[in-house]
């Protein structure tokens, strides 16, 4: 017997199957919720009732959903070669994808690696660091450092640096010898600033704190997100990077920018390290590099690291490391294509140009009812909410809801709702979108 088609808007019969990721699943299947179309920056559910993405999906449909020029691409490649590994083989063109991405990174970083997500990219980023330190004779160097309330993905390396702790207790010790950095969210001195936070860029020297407690020339790297995404979308205070950046190089010691989040355009340029004029040893990045479209992350790594593996006396494989889909044919057709949407569309610099906008109708929340921050830069956002008493996020809860039911989709972090909308958002839509928020706060007690 043939299997029944499926009809996408239709609910389906079974739902226990699937576990889904980071999900209440049994409150799922009461009342289940699905998406079954998406144009542009718009999504339809199963019930035919349209919202504005303002999420990007999970901060990674930068150029919008469906996109003709991407789907185009994947077909033709799965007509050409739909895989090939890159095991001492490969194909043409993951090297001319690559050629190509580079040259669009911080000066320097002229090699990147190929992963699948983001979770890849970091544990990826952290093996290289510390196998880089055992090629220069530096075994000693195995310590990681992380931040507070930092996301770095769900691999073992990933949550041994991150710091939001529902993420991390239910699998024991994970890796030895790691440390974290105070986070940098102070809504007491920086709350509805414009821009990047002026208090905090004191919290850096904590990094000389750890490393006189545990010796310097026993660090590896320090891994940071440039703004932490789903912490809360905590910015940097002003002269934060830049401060870590001169103790990392003090001590010896990779600095990783965790651009998973912030990378392809989302603040302004290619990289947040652009953007905030700070050149890290290593950027990972994922989600918006292929529009989400097929599975693809990447690890910007200095010539310096790169050239430090070539120069290996030993023949044979340098690092023994990789993924069988690294590189792999389709996701890298897709890249190229996002490359071509971002290249003649301005996407990398487009939220630099509504930065100014976006500021102005996020803050425009200051001294709405229970709203006790608001945090943007470039086209990532986050309305901070009091807590009910004895009622932890249940009124972000809420007002998330309140704001899908009208047609806008944000996303709730703890007691924030958060928005980082596709890049080819307008301003008649960015108005729409904190219209809707601060319709909820009204009208959510």
Same mark, same amino acid.
């Given at each position: 017997?043939?299997?029944?088609?499926?009809?996408?808007?239709?609910?389906?019969?079974?739902?226990?199957?699937?576990?889904?990721?980071?999900?209440?699943?049994?409150?799922?299947?009461?009342?289940?919720?699905?998406? *079954?179309?998406? %144009?542009?920056?718009?999504?339809?559910?199963?019930?035919?009732?349209?919202?504005?993405?303002?999420?990007?999906?999970?901060?990674? $449909?930068?150029?919008?959903?469906?996109?003709?020029?991407?789907?185009?691409?994947?077909?033709?490649?799965?007509?050409?070669?739909?895989?090939?590994?890159?095991?001492?083989?490969?194909?043409?063109?993951?090297?001319?994808?690559?050629?190509?991405?580079?040259?669009?990174?911080?000066?320097?970083?002229?090699?990147?690696?190929?992963?699948? =997500?983001?979770?890849?990219?970091?544990?990826?980023? /952290?093996?290289?660091?510390?196998?880089?330190?055992?090629?220069?004779?530096?075994? =000693?160097?195995?310590?990681?450092?992380?931040?507070?309330?930092?996301?770095?993905?769900?691999?073992?390396?990933?949550?041994? *640096?991150?710091?939001?702790?529902?993420?991390?207790?239910?699998?024991?010790?994970?890796?030895?010898?790691?440390?974290?950095?105070?986070? $940098?969210?102070?809504?007491?001195?920086?709350?509805?600033?414009?821009? &990047?936070?002026?208090?905090?860029?004191? /919290?850096?020297?904590? &990094?000389?704190?750890?490393?006189?407690?545990?010796?310097?020339?026993?660090?590896?790297?320090?891994? $940071?997100?440039?703004?932490?995404?789903?912490?809360?979308?905590?910015?940097?205070?002003?002269?934060?990077?830049?401060?870590? %950046?001169e103790l990392c190089t003090k001590h010896g010691i990779l600095l990783i920018f965790d651009e998973v989040i912030t990378g392809f355009g989302r603040t302004g340029a290619f990289s947040a390290a652009q953007r905030f004029g700070v050149t890290p040893d290593i950027i990972t990045m994922a989600k918006g590099i292929s529009n989400a479209?097929?599975?693809?992350?990447?690890?910007?790594?200095?010539?310096?690291?790169?050239?430090?593996?070539?120069?290996?006396?030993?023949?044979? $494989?340098?690092?023994?490391?990789?993924?069988?889909?690294?590189?792999?044919?389709?996701?890298?057709?897709?890249?190229?294509?996002? &490359?071509?949407?971002?290249?003649?569309?301005? /996407?990398?610099?487009?939220?630099? =140009?509504?930065?100014?906008?976006?500021?102005?109708?996020?803050?425009? /929340?200051?001294?709405?009812p229970n709203v006790v921050d608001v945090r943007c830069h470039g086209l990532i956002g986050a309305v901070e909410f009091s807590p009910r008493d004895g009622q932890p996020?249940?009124?972000?809860?809420?007002?998330?809801?309140?704001?899908?039911?009208?047609?806008?989709?944000?996303?709730?972090?703890?007691?924030?709702?958060?928005?980082?909308?596709?890049?080819?958002?307008?301003?008649?839509?960015?108005?729409?979108?904190?219209?809707?928020?601060?319709?909820?706060?009204?009208?959510?007690?």
């Amino acid at each position: 017997m043939s299997a029944r088609p499926i009809d996408h808007n239709l609910v389906p019969d079974k739902l226990d199957s699937f576990w889904m990721p980071f999900s209440a699943n049994r409150d799922f299947h009461e009342m289940p919720h699905f998406i *079954v179309k998406a %144009r542009g920056t718009r999504y339809t559910d199963s019930n035919g009732h349209e919202v504005l993405d303002a999420t990007a999906g999970l901060w990674c $449909v930068n150029a919008g959903h469906y996109r003709p020029e991407i789907n185009a691409a994947i077909a033709a490649q799965l007509e050409q070669t739909d895989f090939a590994h890159s095991f001492n083989a490969s194909h043409p063109l993951v090297f001319n994808y690559t050629d190509r991405l580079v040259k669009h990174a911080p000066e320097g970083m002229d090699h990147v690696f190929l992963t699948n =997500s983001g979770s890849e990219s970091v544990d990826t980023a /952290l093996k290289i660091a510390l196998a880089y330190h055992q090629v220069r004779g530096e075994g =000693s160097r195995i310590r990681l450092v992380g931040r507070q309330k930092g996301y770095h993905g769900m691999g073992f390396g990933g949550l041994t *640096v991150a710091g939001i702790g529902k993420n991390r207790t239910a699998f024991g010790p994970l890796l030895p010898g790691a440390d974290h950095l105070p986070h $940098v969210l102070d809504i007491e001195r920086n709350a509805f600033s414009r821009g &990047l936070p002026p208090h905090g860029m004191e /919290l850096a020297d904590e &990094l000389e704190a750890i490393a006189e407690l545990h010796g310097a020339h026993n660090i590896a790297a320090v891994v $940071v997100e440039p703004i932490s995404g789903a912490g809360g979308v905590i910015l940097p205070p002003e002269g934060y990077l830049k401060r870590l %950046r001169e103790l990392c190089t003090k001590h010896g010691i990779l600095l990783i920018f965790d651009e998973v989040i912030t990378g392809f355009g989302r603040t302004g340029a290619f990289s947040a390290a652009q953007r905030f004029g700070v050149t890290p040893d290593i950027i990972t990045m994922a989600k918006g590099i292929s529009n989400a479209t097929i599975p693809l992350g990447a690890v910007f790594v200095s010539n310096d690291i790169y050239e430090t593996f070539m120069s290996i006396d030993a023949p044979g $494989v340098e690092l023994f490391h990789g993924y069988t889909y690294s590189g792999h044919p389709v996701a890298c057709a897709a890249g190229m294509a996002m &490359l071509d949407i971002c290249e003649s569309e301005d /996407l990398f610099t487009r939220a630099r =140009s509504l930065h100014e906008f976006w500021m102005d109708q996020a803050l425009r /929340l200051r001294g709405e009812p229970n709203v006790v921050d608001v945090r943007c830069h470039g086209l990532i956002g986050a309305v901070e909410f009091s807590p009910r008493d004895g009622q932890p996020m249940a009124r972000s809860k809420d007002i998330g809801k309140y704001c899908y039911d009208k047609g806008v989709w944000t996303r709730v972090i703890g007691e924030a709702v958060v928005q980082s909308p596709p890049l080819t958002i307008t301003e008649e839509e960015i108005t729409l979108l904190f219209d809707t928020i601060i319709d909820a706060a009204r009208n959510t007690q």
